[in-house]
Structure formats: structure tokens, C-alpha cells
């Protein structure tokens, strides 16, 4: 590795390559770190992170209305996007300087540069100078994939979605899936109408039925309208600025936003791969090993543009894999079962394991726990707005296979409840412990 300028070499400065390159780098690799934009990457810049503080944001809509009937003598009061937006823009400037820190503390060096693959063990930066490197490791991300149609250019993407100059009156969000519906909940709160069209009738494809439809009945209680079996012809728009948005197998709607949300794609276009020999699937995708190493015995891959499970703390634990079997002589292997991931949605979704069909395709019968209850603090505030806990079992052992919950905190409460799942525990495991009362997380223990 001493001919080389430096031991690995990472493109990419989002969870995945910032974990990756300063384990590497403590490990006592020399690293550095390219990024075309800003350090943080997906969930730090323009995802997990601002979307988070936004539906904090959106929250208090509820609550505000809710705290009266809690005795509050609570005036009509404005939102003022600007101010919150300025806020979430500015605590995403202080993280994008803790990651920056964080990388220089362990010495790795940061190039502010777009970098391809100009061969297995060699990086060009766009500036033209050729860089050497015992491994490279690609962690690009993936980027918003925007439908095909005439006037597409006058959508937005998650991308663009948290730098608004205005909120707007009317929003159509395209997709049914994380993102939409978490900002169908953020944008309904904040008082836009909000409608959301989806070429399928599912929403959040790979969730529970039983939970999505709760989501869909609860979401349409609030206002928001949903289309489905609606693919975009065309967008045009108007004198007036608004935008016609024309569907298939519906009447044509004006609105004064659209936000495409419908799928991501591995930002690997123009990255030189294929032609280094990287292998790609068919979406573009880097085709890694369980170790994480491409086709190209010197170049690996971690995170969204690998294309296996496109949740952040994933990457992250590829990058602590990689750059700890790489470098720290611990061969690491990703442990893909039982990852708990949480939809963001007003209320949200949070589920661990096997849905209740993926269990039956399996196991062919098993055992099905719920709970569905209103929520104390829901039942004062005159909130007729129902969670449900749903637990899915092997039917000889009782092993829990998979929960799945919808109501105010489900994913605080089912992080917790994931090491359960994870460790193998069953229903009369859980029955044993005793509730905690009065708590919505009781209802856990108390499934029928
Ligand atoms: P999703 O994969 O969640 O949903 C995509 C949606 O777009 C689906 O409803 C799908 O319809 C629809 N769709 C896909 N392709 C097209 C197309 N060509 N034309 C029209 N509609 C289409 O994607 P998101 O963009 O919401 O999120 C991307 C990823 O980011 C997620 O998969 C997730 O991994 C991650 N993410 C995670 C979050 C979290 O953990 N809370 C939050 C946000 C994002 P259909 O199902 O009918 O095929």
C-alpha cells in the first residue's frame, strides 16, 4: 500500500463514507474523503435530519389545538414558515461543521471535489489531478428519480422541498411511499392542501396492510385526498404561476406545488465504474459481496448506492464493517434481519421483522396479537384518532416475527421493543413482563 497516495480513498461524505473513512483513518489508514457538495450527504443535508425537525414542527399544530381541552387558553396562532425553515437550515449548517470536525479530529483529509473512478486504484477530481489509492470505497448515495413526463422540471424533489420561500396553498405529492407520506402529514399540518397520487393503490409498499390502511383512513380524516391508480401526463404551467397537473384516470388538478417523491436511484451516472470494471445492476446499482467489495477486487461500496436497505444508521453500520475488516484486521459482517425503520407520518408507522403476509408466505399459519386503542392523551383532547399494535408470531413457539405500530411515538417505543424481536423473545416473554401503566408502550404487553 506504501506506493499508493494514500491507503483508501472515499467518495462520498454522507452516514455511510464519513463512518467508514474515520474508523478507517483511527484504525491507522491514510484517508481521504472526497464531496461534491456538502459533508453530512442524504440524512444530514436534505433528509432524515430536516424532515424530523419539520414534522417536530408540524406537531404543534395538533397540539396547540389539543392543549385547550388540557385547560390552555390558547390564542389562534399564525405559522411562520420562514422562521422555521431558517431554523432547521441553520441546525443543519452546525451539523454539516460537527461531521467536517469530526473528520478532520482523526485526520482524514477532505477534498471539496467531485472524484471518479479512473481505475482500481486510482480517482481523477474534477479539477484533473489523479489521485492513487489502496482501496477505494464508493458510498454516492442515490438521488431523487423523477417521472418522465412533459413539464417535470416544474416539480421539486426532497432535495429542494426543505429551501421553500413560501408554504404553499396547494400541494400535489407524487408517490405513496416514506416520503410522501411524511410530508403529506408536514404540509397538512402546516395548512396546505395536500393531495397525493400514486400509480398503484398501495401505500408504503412492505408495511403491514392493516397498519397502512390506518395510516390511509387516519390521513384521509385529516384532510389530505389521495388518487390512486394516477400516473403523471404532464405538468403545465399557468399564467398565474399555479401548476395543471394532468393524470391518468382522473380530472386534472391545479396546485402550486409538486414534490416528486417516488423513489430514489444510486447516483453511480458519470462515476466511471462500468468502465473501471465495477459491476452494476440493472438500476444502476453497485453489486457488492457480503463484505462489501464490488467486482473490482479494490473498490467497495457501502450505503444507498448499493441499493440494499436504504435507511441511514445500514449505511453507517457498512461503513463501520468495511473499514473494520478492511483496516482493523476484525472482519465484520452486516447483520441484515430484524432492522426496525419507522415512517415519519402524522401519527407515525414504526415496524421491526416480518409483516403479517410475509410471515404467512413463510410459515404458512401463525398466531396475530393486536391492540387497538386510543391513546389517553388522544381521549381528553376529543382526538378520534386510533393506534394499533400488532404482533405476528410463529404458531408452534409463539416467537414474535414481526411488530407493527401505528399511534404518537411508535418508533421511540418500538426501538425499544426491537431488541426483543431481535433477540427471539416471545409472546409469553413479553406477556410475562409486567405493564407500566398508564403508558401507550403497555399495550405492548397486553396484546389480544
Ligand atoms: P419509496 O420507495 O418509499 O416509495 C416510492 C413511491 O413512488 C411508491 O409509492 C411507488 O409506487 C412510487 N413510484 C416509484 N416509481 C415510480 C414511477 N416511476 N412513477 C410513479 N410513481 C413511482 O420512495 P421515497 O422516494 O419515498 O423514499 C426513498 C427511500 O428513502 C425509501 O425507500 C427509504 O428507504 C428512504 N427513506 C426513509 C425514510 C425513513 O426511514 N423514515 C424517510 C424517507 C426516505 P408503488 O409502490 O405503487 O410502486
Redesign the pocket.
Known amino acids: 500500500m506504501a506506493d499508493y497516495d494514500y491507503d483508501l480513498f472515499v467518495i462520498g461524505a454522507g452516514s455511510g463514507g464519513v463512518r467508514a473513512s474515520r474508523v478507517a483513518a483511527a484504525h491507522g489508514a491514510k484517508v481521504a474523503i472526497a464531496e461534491e457538495y456538502r459533508v453530512g450527504g442524504t440524512c444530514v443535508i436534505r433528509?432524515?435530519v430536516p424532515?424530523k425537525l419539520l414534522v417536530y414542527g408540524a406537531h404543534f399544530a395538533e397540539d396547540l389545538k389539543d392543549a385547550r381541552r388540557f385547560g390552555w387558553n390558547v390564542p389562534d396562532c399564525d405559522f411562520d414558515w420562514a422562521v422555521l425553515r431558517d431554523n432547521v437550515l441553520a441546525e443543519v449548517d452546525r451539523l454539516n461543521g460537527a461531521y467536517t470536525h469530526t473528520l478532520d479530529n482523526h485526520g482524514v483529509e477532505i477534498v471539496h471535489e467531485r472524484a471518479t473512478v479512473s481505475g482500481p486504484h486510482e480517482v481523477t477530481l474534477a479539477s484533473g489531478k489523479t489521485i492513487t489509492a489502496g482501496k477505494i470505497l464508493i458510498a454516492v448515495g442515490a438521488r431523487?428519480?423523477v417521472?418522465n413526463c412533459p413539464g417535470s422540471e416544474h416539480g421539486i424533489t426532497s432535495n429542494e422541498v426543505f429551501h421553500l420561500d413560501a408554504l404553499p396553498k396547494r400541494v400535489l405529492i407524487?408517490?405513496?411511499?416514506?416520503?410522501?407520506n411524511?410530508f403529506a402529514g408536514i404540509f397538512n399540518e402546516f395548512g396546505s392542501k395536500v393531495t397525493l397520487i400514486?400509480?398503484?393503490d398501495?401505500?408504503l409498499?412492505g408495511y403491514d396492510e392493516q397498519i397502512r390502511d390506518r395510516l390511509l383512513q387516519i390521513s384521509m380524516t385529516k384532510g389530505i385526498d389521495f388518487r390512486f391508480h394516477a400516473?403523471?401526463r404532464g405538468i403545465e404551467k399557468q399564467a398565474d404561476g399555479s401548476l395543471k397537473v394532468s393524470m391518468t384516470n382522473h380530472e386534472p388538478l391545479e396546485v402550486d406545488l409538486v414534490l416528486f417523491?417516488?423513489?430514489?436511484v444510486p447516483n453511480t451516472e458519470g462515476l466511471g465504474l462500468a468502465e473501471a470494471g465495477v459491476e452494476l445492476d440493472a438500476k444502476g446499482a453497485i453489486v457488492v459481496g457480503a463484505d462489501n467489495r464490488s467486482s473490482v477486487d479494490s473498490i467497495y461500496a457501502v450505503g444507498d448506492v448499493t441499493n440494499r436497505v436504504?435507511?441511514t444508521p445500514v449505511a453507517i453500520r457498512e461503513g463501520q464493517a468495511f473499514a473494520d475488516t478492511v483496516f482493523g484486521n476484525k472482519p465484520t459482517i452486516v447483520d441484515y434481519s430484524c432492522i426496525p425503520?419507522?415512517?415519519?407520518s402524522h401519527p407515525p408507522i414504526a415496524g421491526v421483522g416480518l409483516t403479517e403476509g410475509q410471515a404467512k408466505q413463510k410459515y404458512g399459519s401463525v398466531r396475530v396479537y393486536t391492540s387497538d386503542f386510543r391513546a389517553m392523551k388522544n381521549v381528553l383532547a376529543n382526538r378520534n384518532e386510533r393506534a394499533l399494535y400488532k404482533m405476528v408470531c410463529e404458531a408452534d413457539s409463539g416467537k414474535v416475527l414481526g411488530l407493527h405500530m401505528i399511534g404518537p411515538d411508535a418508533p421511540e417505543i418500538l426501538q425499544a421493543a426491537a431488541i426483543a424481536v431481535k433477540a427471539g423473545l416471545t409472546k409469553a416473554d413479553f406477556d410475562q413482563t409486567v405493564a407500566l401503566h398508564p403508558s401507550m408502550a403497555e399495550e405492548l404487553v397486553l396484546m389480544k
Open positions: 433528509g432524515c424532515k431523487p428519480a417521472p407524487a408517490g405513496a411511499g416514506y416520503i410522501a411524511e400514486n400509480r398503484s398501495v401505500i409498499r400516473e403523471f417523491a417516488t423513489g430514489r436504504q435507511l425503520a419507522a415512517v415519519f
